[in-house]
């Protein structure tokens, strides 16, 4: 369901108001090391996974859609290029018009996502309701003040923006803004419904931003390279487990990918494998979500069907891009 966060949530820009506050200049580049947490692939309910990687964001020139010039922010892991945010910067602030992936397919914003408002002050606050591609979002931003903030890049004050996203799924983030040199720290919480955490990121500036040459050529991986896993559980948390009782309300499979492609079809099938009066594997419900990030995490909800679960042995298969990824088995008891 970029897990799903569905902002252009990493770009280090900036808003102008009466003078620019952005290097604008092709080649501008911003450096920051990412730091992920999520859930390990095991079943150790204790055990959890950290990741980190280099994120770089690039000043790429322009791109026009409809007749309009955006400028390109070329997003790279490493020196992969995962995907370009088309922006527009005026006295109203920034705005992601759309998103192109490493094939040059282009996803629009409708409307255009507002990503900072100006002029920044104190309580101001604005909203995104709209579609990112086929998907609704819904998004409400506030500039909660100013602080002190530190980063590898050095210590900072900066304008706090908090937002918080409740469509597609719930997510939290905060972003620490500095005129003059962007994003200098970003942190997202990918939560489920019941309120917990999912996946937890943070973004920090490693340097002032420089102007460098584009990295050589390179696209993000096939989808035989992406990895995903899938848990299961009676609530979309770390309460993981393979048994069920016949009277559970709702199924979860929670999934997590890491180097997956640019807009990653992940699909989810219930099987009953050797169910009582039920044929063998046979396929009970299906559901589908587009990753909007080469590392993701969403869930799938199977809901108890109306005379309850019938005892015996399910699995849910996951697919990646029309092929099987990874499976979880699980059992129904009384």
């Not at 902002?7 to 092709?26: H, I």
């Not at 996974?49 to 859609?65: D, N, Q, S």
């Not at 918080?164 to 997202?188: H, L, M, N």
Request: aromatic share 8%; glycine share 6%; with cysteine.
């Amino acid at each position: 369901m970029k897990v799903a966060v569905f902002a252009c949530v990493l770009m280090p820009l900036l808003c102008r108001a009466a003078e620019p506050l952005l290097p604008t200049a092709e080649g501008t580049t911003w450096n920051y090391e990412m730091v992920k947490d999520r859930p390990s692939d095991s079943f150790d309910l204790t055990e959890s996974t950290e990741e980190r990687f280099a994120v770089a964001y690039r000043m790429g020139g322009t791109h026009k859609i409809d007749d309009n010039d955006f400028l390109r922010f070329e997003i790279y892991r490493g020196d992969t290029l995962e995907s370009t945010d088309l922006i527009a910067v005026d006295e109203q602030g920034i705005v992601c018009a759309a998103r192109a992936d490493d094939k040059s397919g282009v996803m629009k914003f409708t409307p255009p996502q507002t990503m900072l408002a100006a002029p920044l002050k104190n309580g101001a606050g604005w909203s995104f309701d709209g579609t990112i591609g086929q998907t609704k979002v819904r998004q409400r931003y506030q500039v909660t003040g100013e602080e002190d903030v530190d980063v590898p890049a050095g210590k900072f004050h900066a304008w706090r923006i908090h937002c918080e996203q409740t469509a597609p799924a719930p997510a939290s983030i905060d972003r620490w803004f500095v005129p003059g040199i962007g994003f200098v720290k970003v942190e997202t919480k990918i939560k489920a419904p019941s309120g917990g955490v999912l996946e937890q990121s943070t973004l920090a500036l490693k340097e002032t931003p420089k102007i460098v040459t584009r990295p050589a050529e390179k696209t993000t991986p096939p989808a035989a390279s992406g990895k995903l896993s899938v848990r299961l559980s009676k609530q979309p948390d770390r309460q993981f487990t393979t048994n069920f009782r016949s009277d559970t309300p709702a199924i979860y499979a929670v999934w997590h990918g890491r180097d997956l492609p640019a807009q990653a079809n992940v699909l989810a099938k219930l099987i009953a494998e050797k169910v009582t009066n039920v044929a063998p594997n046979y396929e009970i419900d299906e559901a589908e979500a587009i990753a909007q990030a080469a590392s993701a995490s969403r869930f799938f909800k199977f809901d108890q069907p109306d005379d309850g679960w019938k005892r015996g042995d399910y699995r849910v298969d996951l697919y990646l891009n029309g092929e099987l990824a990874q499976t979880a088995k699980f059992k129904i008891s009384k």
